[in-house]
């Protein structure tokens, strides 16, 4: 889109921002003129250059009339049965027609964020832009100079939902040059219990630009899973940002299902801020061609007696490139610190590529904090042992990476989830199934 031109973008959302959406939108319009687009010199974008994203000429989704209708029938491969609470954008856009919000469990509000913004402005006052702040990086500010398109979800205190919320992202090839920048906000209040499902979606090998924020709280007591699950156009260019906040013996579990856009780039962050929680924070990444996927989390201990899991595995195929950049940081007063991390790469040809970092910063005495990284290839021991059983050579291959991503699925609390994601990764190596 080009420097000049996304701050004359960002600029302009300011005008006619809707209700208290406006102040956040002028605090992203002044952080990315500071910001700009991050480059290879900083740190934590040195092996991810986005260069694509900002020379590309985008079209502001949120200034378009909604195009690209899609019929109801297209969203059923993406809906896990269709029996949930689902919520549709088409080409970043909100389509309350494709919508089903009647089956919301007891407790459970949803809204758009626009709507939000005018209906619930204390509510969106004290949370919203407090978590994926607008000065976190360009962008951060991108998004939230044009915050309006997004949703709402507030789960009320003491409320136990088993009942996922679906969010699905959908572009087809109305949406090609399309940049969207959704920000969700997830509240579970004290004592409640949700989950909620973030698709992502190509229905056409057409050039767009998604930039997405989640702001996540986690009260005291309460549990939320997010799963994220990004199958864009190998000719779109995704980024996305997720940060929670927890209170005491809080539960956040993220999980990161990723296999499409030719460049992505995920963060997810938590702060563990009340004494005694915890976090699970899990991924799958599988690339080949030549796409490009980064991976960076962040796990902030604050209080003492808490808790953290992460575990990414990665498989990387052809000229691929993977990035992952784990940190565990443990502050002074966060004693008791209980935190293992790992990333497991499988290289499975000679040009794959991956630069993995776990790190860990303690800056407190009585901690039990573990990290580690493997990067490998496929085990030639296990092979012969499949072959010699009368297994081909390329269904042994195939099981193999199928059982080395599995198991990391098997984290996920869905069995309708699990079930979907396994799917998907067996199509992925048997060269079946949707694209991405």
């Known amino acids: 889109m080009g420097l000049r031109f996304a701050e004359q973008a960002v600029a302009a959302s300011v005008v006619d921002a809707p209700g208290t959406l406006k102040a956040l939108r002028t605090a992203g319009a002044d952080a990315f003129k500071l910001l700009g687009f991050p480059t290879t010199r900083e ?77 619930e402005p204390e509510l969106l006052s004290r949370f919203l832009g407090t978590a994926v702040t607008p000065s976190r990086d360009g962008f951060s500010a991108l998004n939230a100079a044009f915050a309006g398109e997004g949703m709402l979800v507030h789960v009320a205190k003491e409320m136990v939902s088993e009942t996922p919320v679906h969010i699905l992202h959908l572009v087809n090839a109305a949406g090609a040059n399309v940049m969207s920048h959704p920000r969700h906000l997830l509240i579970t209040e004290r004592h409640a219990k949700a989950s909620v499902v973030e698709s992502y979606i190509g229905l056409a090998d057409v050039p767009y630009f998604t930039n997405a924020a989640v702001e996540a709280f986690v009260e005291d007591g309460a549990t939320l899973q997010l799963v994220r699950i990004q199958r864009e156009s190998r000719s779109a260019q995704h980024v996305s940002t997720v940060e929670a906040r927890q209170g005491r013996d809080s539960h956040f579990i993220a999980f990161t299902f990723q296999t499409g856009a030719s460049l992505s780039r995920s963060n997810v962050y938590t702060v563990l801020a009340g004494d005694g929680c915890g976090c699970t924070i899990n991924g799958l990444y599988m690339l080949d061609g030549q796409q490009h996927g980064d991976h960076q989390t962040r796990v902030e201990h604050v209080a003492p007696n808490c808790f953290s899991r992460e575990q990414y595995k990665g498989l990387l195929d052809e000229r691929s490139h993977g990035v992952f950049n784990g940190k565990v940081y443990v502050h002074p007063e966060a004693q008791k610190t209980d935190g293992k991390q790992t990333n497991n790469t499988l290289l499975l040809s000679q040009d794959a590529q991956i630069d993995t970092k776990p790190q860990l910063e303690i800056f407190a005495d009585d901690v039990k904090c573990t990290h580690g990284a493997t990067v490998g290839r496929i085990d030639e021991t296990a092979l012969f042992y499949l072959k010699s059983r009368g297994v081909s050579a390329p269904l042994a291959r195939q099981l193999l990476m199928y059982a080395f991503a599995a198991d990391v699925l098997e984290t996920i609390d869905s069995p309708v989830i699990v079930e979907a994601l396994e799917t998907l990764t067996l199509e992925r190596f048997t060269g079946e199934g949707q694209p991405g």
């Open 43 to 119: 740190e934590d974008w040195h092996y991810t250059n986005v260069s694509a994203i900002a020379s590309a000429q985008f079209e502001v989704a949120m200034d378009r009339a909604p195009v690209g209708a899609v019929q109801a029938a297209t969203l059923a491969p993406y809906t896990f049965g269709g029996t949930w609470p689902l919520i549709v954008f088409v080409n970043g856009r909100f389509d309350a027609a494709l919508s089903s919000l009647d089956a919301l469990p007891e407790g459970v509000r949803v809204m758009p964020l626009a709507q939000a913004a005018t209906d």
